[in-house]
């Protein structure tokens, strides 16, 4: 059955949450949004498009920095309200130069840092 | 530094993302959902427990069903607005009874089914 994004289920600004896993390591690099129209930039363009929410603008992962999330593949949830992007990542992803944005563990009711700065 | 739910940053509903990943094989199996609340309860308990927004309750995933989410770390993001719980899911972790809620791909415009139900 063809695919559309009008199908999904949005928030009230429009939106559905987007989890970016790298194909390569199974590593859960971090977590944005998207629209419908980002959606279809990402499945036309092959390179992984968001909604920036404090720009109030698509945001072509990597089109500033270079680190480009290639799109291997689109999935979505049973619900149709999350999106799981599975991508080869091109550096860091994290705008913090780490390779997830999950680099802080709870742990004993700490937080330990995971992961250091790439070079 | 000690963690305090209250440091993360939530949705007008009071509301934080939740990405459940499978400690053993890497698999994303959902997300869903935690309140402040809901994230001492993880924590405490050992337990993954979500607010279910559709019943407007604690959701301690399994306790229905069966399919525990054992906690093996809870972690957040750069933002501090998302969460990515690392579990050991007993049994399917969607609904339908797949391992995974993102069964469904997009591959050529056309929707495809990765995964059946379990027996």
Known sequence: ??????????????????????????????????????????????????????????????ATSGHVQHLVELRYDCDGDALLAIVHQEGPACHTNRRSCFFTAIRDGEQVELMKPME
């Open 1 to 62: 059955m063809p695919f559309d994004p009008s199908q999904l289920t949005y928030n009230a600004d429009g939106l559905i949450p987007v989890i970016a896993q790298e194909k390569s390591t199974g590593e859960v690099l971090m977590l944005a949004w998207m629209n419908a129209d980002a959606i279809t930039r990402t499945l036309e363009t092959g390179h992984v498009t968001y909604w920036s929410r404090s720009r109030n603008s698509f945001w072509a992962k990597g």
